[in-house]
């Protein structure tokens, strides 16, 4: 099974580490604060493939730690945020998206100087971040079917928080669900993403409402659906959302073109491959 790469990857993958980097910057609650500035000290640890770089000595192949600092200094004495919470996501999402080389990584901010009428050392936040993978579902058949799915690929190709890693290509499937409309152009692709399950539900739905689409009709016409089918290996299941697709075993404008990136993802309820899942059904075909 897939695991949640933001534990993983720190888990088993290589590291640089950066400690204590000092920065002067105005971050907190207070006006005083954000006025006159206080000491950070930030710590990371930068989840990466080491390997290339230290077989060959070249900086080029690696994370340059340098770099990293100098845009962890950049980017905290740009920008104020009352909160370390708010400093530490933003700065994580920062790094991720600025050096590719990041797969996953740790950060803590601390602050020495807090206004806390007791003795204390220091207080800090300490969040561990990085890409996950996640299996989309895209179907149209209203309009210029096709031309709504690149639309939507290539809006999630330009979003900072995604990365399209590959897709599948385009077929031409008949209505699912009884519903009598024109027949589907599906597809499916794998991306990776800083967003958490929700907010990429939520992404996914404002493409949907940039295509035009209308929920008028269970299972009706549109221009176009994306579904999260897997996220990670995670398992959810809320009023909003239902991970891994419930219905993907039954469907074959899903499964079909998850053969052709995905057939070796493990379903993580069923226990079984996509490709073992798309021959229990062909089976029933």
């Not at 920008?79 to 996501?89: G, I, N, V």
């Not at 579904?227 to 990670?232: A, T």
């Not at 499964?255 to 995905?262: C, D, E, N, S």
Request: negative net charge.
């Amino acid at each position: 099974m897939q695991e949640d790469r933001s534990v993983s990857l720190l888990r088993k993958k290589d590291e640089i580490r950066i400690g204590e980097l000092e920065v002067y910057a105005r971050h907190g609650v207070f006006p005083e604060e954000t006025k006159l500035g206080q000491k950070f000290y930030v710590n990371a640890a930068l989840c990466t493939n080491t390997r290339a770089a230290g077989e060959t000595d070249d900086l080029s192949l690696s994370v340059d730690y340098g770099r990293v600092c100098q845009e962890i200094h950049r980017f905290l004495t740009d920008h104020t945020y009352r909160l370390l919470e708010a400093a530490a996501e933003h700065l994580a999402c920062h790094l991720l998206v600025t050096f590719a080389g990041i797969d996953a990584l740790e950060l803590e901010i601390r602050k020495p100087a807090a206004p806390i009428p007791l003795p204390v050392g220091s207080v800090s936040v300490c969040i561990t971040r990085g890409w996950k993978r996640a299996v989309i579902s895209c179907g149209s058949n209203l309009g210029e079917k096709e031309v709504y799915l690149r639309d939507a690929m290539d809006k999630i190709t330009h979003d900072t928080k995604c990365r399209l890693l590959r897709s599948a290509d385009f077929i031409v499937t008949a209505p699912y669900g009884g519903v009598e409309q024109d027949d589907f152009v599906n597809g499916a692709f794998v991306l990776e993403t800083l967003y958490e399950p929700e907010e990429l539900l939520t992404f996914l739905n404002r493409l949907e409402a940039e295509a035009g689409r209308e929920r008028k009709v269970h299972w009706g016409p549109r221009t176009l659906d994306l579904d999260i089918v897997f996220y990670e290996d995670r398992v959810i299941r809320t009023d909003r959302l239902t991970i891994p697709h419930p219905d993907m075993q039954n469907r074959e404008f899903v499964l079909q073109p998850l053969m052709q990136i995905a057939p070796e993802w493990v379903h993580p309820v069923y226990g079984k491959t996509v490709a073992e899942i798309w021959e229990k059904l062909r089976e029933k075909l």
